[in-house]
């Protein structure tokens, strides 16, 4: 089982910034079995170009509920499934910081799409979620992009596609 991830972040590094949203898709190989997304409460101030790139605002989250409030949900939803994210490191390592904070932890088995793209699509001009989705014919609404559940599908589409050419003779 995999557990795809996106995570859009208020602004910084792992250590200082805070998720604002996430997207979980929980993928079987084959179809998503269960799928979880919320924004966030950071209790800071959302940067202005995370503003800018996301359209996620401090009044959007002013109401949603804080990562502590959701950390168990998800941790009990990625925990004992293959990680999977485009750039893993960056969303392991923002989710993984978070969840510290609470009292958990992540110790799990990743897998990196930009990688494993780079290895079955070589050659491309760019691995960039948008223009390797867009390279490759996956759609992504434009107002999907940047925003996690969004950019989450377009990973698990992406991952699908990837699995499948990984299990062809000829690679």
Not at 10 to 19: D, E, L, P, T, V
Not at 29 to 45: A, D, M, T, W, Y
Not at 124 to 146: F, M, T, V, W
């Amino acid at each position: 089982m995999y557990a795809i991830v996106d995570i859009e972040a208020s602004g910084g590094n792992h250590i200082n910034a805070r998720i604002i949203e996430i997207a979980v898709y929980i993928y079987d190989g084959k179809q998503i079995v269960q799928e979880f997304n919320s924004l966030i409460n950071p209790r800071v101030k959302i940067d202005w170009y995370v503003t800018k790139l996301t359209g996620i605002t401090n009044a959007m989250v002013e109401n949603a509920p804080t990562f502590n409030e959701i950390a168990h949900s998800i941790h009990s939803l990625v925990c004992d499934k293959i990680f999977v994210a485009h750039d893993v490191n960056f969303d392991y390592k923002i989710l993984n910081t978070e969840l510290k904070r609470t009292g958990l932890i992540l110790r799990q088995e990743k897998l990196c799409t930009i990688e494993l793209s780079r290895k079955i699509f070589p050659n491309q001009p760019s691995y960039s979620l948008g223009k390797l989705c867009e390279e490759l014919g996956i759609n992504i609404p434009a107002e999907d992009r940047h925003r996690a559940a969004g950019d989450a599908l377009a990973t698990t589409k992406l991952l699908e596609m990837l699995l499948q050419q990984q299990s062809t003779p000829h690679l």
